[in-house]
Nanobody, 122 residues
Framework: QLQASGGGLVQAGGSLRLSCTAS????????MGWYRQAPGKQLELVAIVKSNGRPEYADSVKGRFSISRDVNKRTVSLQMSSLKTEDTGVYYCTADISYSRDGRYTREYDFRGQGTQVTVSS
């Protein structure tokens, strides 16, 4: 499973750090990243860090968000700075992950954890 933490309420201009840890009978983890679902809007891929460590960002967060991963700890983090009210939403971590399910090799390219709420107030 993917367990996310770090959401909360922050004023505009503030910072938050989200973390997500993968656990279970995992064989391998490829790309890891974060989606967000803002109220009344479509799901948006916010940032992703490739298996080679290369990050990619949505234009809306470039220069403000920074994604990183710790391969050994199986974690992905999202440092969010200069937060805006439009950053409000539920943030979900995602991973390209292969694992054992009922004794069988299983791979999911977009395995998502439960969301964590981020609310930015004006």
């Amino acid at each position: 499973q993917l367990q996310a933490s770090g959401g909360g309420l922050v004023q505009a201009g503030g910072s938050l750090r989200l973390s997500c840890t993968a656990s279970g009978n995992i064989f391998d983890i490829g790309d890891m990243g974060w989606y967000r679902q803002a109220p009344g809007k479509q799901l948006e891929l916010v940032a992703i860090v490739k298996s080679n460590g290369r990050p990619e960002y949505a234009d809306s967060v470039k220069g403000r968000f920074s994604i990183s991963r710790d391969v050994n700890k199986r974690t992905v983090s999202l440092q969010m700075s200069s937060l805006k009210t439009e950053d409000t939403g539920v943030y979900y971590c995602t991973a390209d992950i292969s694992y054992s399910r009922d004794g069988r090799y299983t791979r999911e390219y977009d395995f998502r954890g439960q969301g964590t709420q981020v609310t930015v107030s004006s």
